[in-house]
C-alpha cells in the first residue's frame, strides 16, 4: 500500500473591493444573473459568470422545477451555453455567487460536485485552467487556480477507454 496525498489552496479576498478590478466586474455580472435566478423552493439562488477568451462573457443561474432531478445549477447554466454558442473558446474564469432568502451567506459557497464534474470536462477539454471565483451573498470571495484544485481526483475520459 502507498499513501497518495493531493492538496488544494484557495485564496480568499476579504471582500468585492479587494479583487482585480476585471474579476470585480465578473463577479458583479454573476450578482446580477443571480438576482434573475429561478428558486421557488429552495429558495437558494445562484449566479454564475464565465470570461472566455474571446471576450464574451456568458451568465447562468439555477433554474428549479418541481420536479427536483430537472433543475440545472448556474454554473452548468452557464458553461454548457457557452459550450453551445461558442465551442472554440476557452473559459479563462468562472465567478459564482449564492444567496438564500432563508438564511445568511456570508461565507464564500463553491460550486456543488456535479458542476465541479462538468466544469472539469471543459477544463481538460481546452487544455488551460479556469479560474473560480466564489462568494456568497456578500462578504469573502474565495479563488482557485483551477477545477482541478477543487475536485482534486478527476474523473474523466481516460476512465472511459
Avoid: W
Avoid at 142 to 156: E, G, I, R, W
Amino acid at each position: 500500500m502507498k499513501k497518495v496525498k493531493k492538496e488544494s489552496t484557495i485564496y480568499v479576498f476579504d471582500d468585492l473591493q479587494e479583487l482585480p478590478k476585471d474579476v470585480a466586474y465578473l463577479m458583479e455580472k454573476a450578482i446580477e444573473a443571480r438576482s434573475r435566478a429561478y428558486a421557488p423552493y429552495s429558495n437558494f439562488e445562484v449566479g454564475a459568470a464565465l470570461l472566455l477568451d474571446n471576450d464574451e462573457i456568458i451568465t447562468g443561474n439555477n433554474q428549479e422545477n418541481a420536479s427536483y432531478p430537472s433543475g440545472l445549477c448556474a454554473e452548468r447554466t452557464a458553461i454548457y451555453y457557452a459550450g453551445s454558442q461558442y465551442p472554440e473558446a476557452k473559459v479563462i474564469r468562472m465567478a459564482i455567487s449564492a444567496s438564500s432568502k432563508i438564511t445568511s451567506t456570508e461565507t464564500p459557497i463553491p460550486p456543488c460536485g456535479a458542476c465541479r464534474q462538468a466544469m472539469v470536462e471543459y477544463e481538460i477539454k481546452q487544455t488551460h485552467a479556469i479560474e473560480v471565483y466564489f462568494m456568497g451573498s456578500k462578504g469573502a470571495v474565495a479563488k482557485s487556480n483551477s477545477v482541478v484544485n477543487l475536485l482534486p481526483f478527476v474523473f474523466d475520459k481516460t476512465a472511459l477507454f
